[in-house]
């Protein structure tokens, strides 16, 4: 017995450690209290069997391991700076603000409203990159406009729920610095990998919205006329932005040219905006009545996120900035925000900063778990049984992609991806790049997959938030008001599943077409071994100007052994047991 538990002690280990978190117990615990009960055991055990290599002086390894492989981590330094400036964002009704003027811009067409959650979901997760956050919001804000013009509950409730999904994926994502750190992959790369992914994402729920309105219109009507407070005229908007563009190619090709590439488009595009942002500053003013309410309105709130998302990804894409340098100019430009409407005060900023260290102690203690538990798998062979399980799948790396695909969305239906990033990934880096996967695609597909976690009945994370904010029972609607018949969870339930069937195509899509993850790669210089040829001239061959100008001289090693004498009547005998006198004053 002892020799079977022995010899498949890695099994044991992941299985015991998975079981007690699938049960509920603090995570960073769990993996370092299994880590440290099977280290002792693997000591006991190593005399019996051979493939485990644990001795007691590795547990001396662990403070350098913490502090030089979590505390020294430059890219999970990002963790924080974007969930400070998510939470800054979510305290000044950024939310609020753009699902209103969105929802008034797309007003007159059915389905207005979904549109407007599914976009606005989009751009929360372009600047919030929390869940959370970003489904509360939108749940509070515009599942009751939402009733109150009678769409279907189930398509409402599921059109929130799935857009605030949406910062799972969309960068800067926390899910996706954590993932580059653990596949050991750039965060630069992996926004840019994520960047087709997550727009054929949003795209195929605004195909949604559109199909629903069309084979069942009055389950996403248009929105009142009596309701379009902005009004309406859109051929302003359309006019200022035919001048933001003829802005841009002004300042790109004619004012900024001597500018290096990155910053001249940098400056070309904040010319272009700013002065369109301006104008309607000055029309709201002034009132000038240039600009059509609706138009200025759009204008006002859609440029300041807008700004802050090319500030954080636009400066990382075109190099100009690391992520972590990108998160914490995304923090400042959010707290710029917060000022500029006068929404930061004492309690938004406390409140701010006491979420931020909460969530990044507990990044940090999860690391820490996970470390200690990783030492011992690793210690009993834990990743070669791994390895082998995985790369031994029928249908080589689509066969794994694809099982991994199933246990990753199993297990997100109970354990938060932080639990699955430091776990799970660390243990299947191996297989893939065993079988030749690239990291930056693997990396991508399980973010689309741990989104789709959160979206799935009965345990998906998306779904307790909304409900938590969705009135069960009879309540009144504020502006009309009417009273109105609550939310089951049900219709909850039944509202996702074509968001799910969604999640899935678009899975399906990435593993069987990397290049929408691989053009990364693109600008990428390749250059194949097997053409590079390396030839070293011999001596006596000539040199050029590469070692100081041409010259047709011969270079040779002078001929120690003969009996020529140099130009100065000295020696140049060289005796190796009486070494020459050398003086360097």
Request: overall charge negative.
């Amino acid at each position: 017995m002892i020799d079977l538990v022995a010899h498949n002690l890695a099994p044991i280990m992941f299985v015991s450690v998975m079981a007690m978190l699938l049960l509920g117990y603090p995570v960073a615990f769990t993996l370092a209290a299994g880590g440290l009960i099977f280290f002792v055991l693997g000591v006991e055990f190593s005399s019996i069997s051979p493939e485990i290599h644990l001795f007691w002086p590795l547990l001396q390894s662990h403070p350098d391991r913490f502090f030089g492989g979590i505390m020294s981590n430059e890219t999970l330094l990002a963790v924080p700076f974007f969930t400070f400036m998510g939470i800054i964002l979510e305290r000044s009704r950024m939310a609020e603000d753009l699902l209103d003027t969105i929802g008034q811009l797309f007003g007159p067409i059915r389905g207005g409203v979904a549109y407007a959650v599914v976009l606005v979901g989009a751009l929360l997760g372009a600047t919030t990159g929390v869940v959370a956050a970003s489904v509360m919001a939108m749940g509070l804000i515009s599942l009751p406009v939402m009733l109150r013009y009678s769409y279907d509950r189930s398509f409402a409730t599921g059109t929130i729920a799935a857009s605030g999904t949406l910062a799972q994926i969309v960068p800067p994502s926390l899910v996706l610095i954590v993932m580059a750190d653990q596949l050991g992959r750039s965060v630069g790369d992996m926004y840019i990998g994520a960047l087709y992914p997550s727009l054929m994402v949003i795209a195929a729920y605004c195909l949604y919205v559109f199909i629903t309105t069309l084979i069942r219109p009055k389950a996403a009507p248009a929105m009142p006329v009596e309701a379009r407070t902005l009004g309406s005229g859109v051929t302003s908007l359309f006019a200022m932005i035919a001048v933001a563009a003829a802005l841009y190619f002004l300042g790109y090709h004619v004012l900024f040219t001597a500018l290096d590439e990155a910053w001249r488009l940098v400056a070309a595009l904040f010319f272009g905006v700013i002065a369109i942002y301006l104008a309607a500053l000055a029309n709201d003013r002034f009132k000038l009545n240039i600009l059509s309410r609706l138009s200025q309105q759009v204008i006002i709130v859609m440029v300041p996120p807008l700004a802050l998302i090319f500030l954080v990804l636009g400066t990382i894409f075109l190099g100009i900035a690391t992520p972590t340098e990108g998160g914490a100019m995304g923090a400042t430009g959010a707290l710029a925000l917060a000022v500029a409407k006068g929404r930061l005060n004492f309690t938004a900023l406390k409140a701010a900063l006491d979420s931020t260290t909460k969530l990044s102690a507990f990044v940090m203690m999860i690391l820490m778990g996970a470390r200690v538990f990783s030492l011992t798998f690793y210690g009993i062979n834990g990743n070669v049984w791994i390895e082998e399980l995985l790369t031994g799948l029928p249908g080589g790396e689509y066969g794994f992609l694809i099982v991994v695909t199933i246990i990753i969305f199993i297990l997100g239906c109970f354990l938060d991806f932080f639990e699955i990033a430091f776990i799970m990934v660390p243990l299947l880096v191996a297989p893939a790049q065993a079988l030749g996967i690239d990291l930056i695609w693997f990396g991508i597909i399980l973010g689309l997959n741990l989104q789709t976690s959160f979206l799935t009945p009965p345990f998906g994370f998306s779904l307790f938030y909304l409900r938590s904010v969705t009135p069960a029972g009879e309540w009144q609607d504020k502006a009309t008001g009417r009273m109105m018949r609550g939310v089951r969870t049900l219709e909850i339930y039944k509202g996702i599943v074509p968001f799910i069937i969604i999640q899935f195509l678009a899975i399906m899509a990435v593993i069987f077409f990397p290049k929408l993850v691989t053009h990364y790669q693109d600008d990428t210089v390749r250059v194949d071994p097997s053409t590079v040829q390396i030839e070293m001239p011999s001596f006596g061959e000539s040199f050029d100007s590469g070692f100081g100008g041409e010259s047709s001289e011969p270079f040779a090693l002078p001929d120690f052994g003969s009996g020529d004498q140099p130009a100065d009547g000295g020696s140049n005998d060289f005796n190796l047991d009486s070494p020459p006198d050398l003086n360097f004053n």
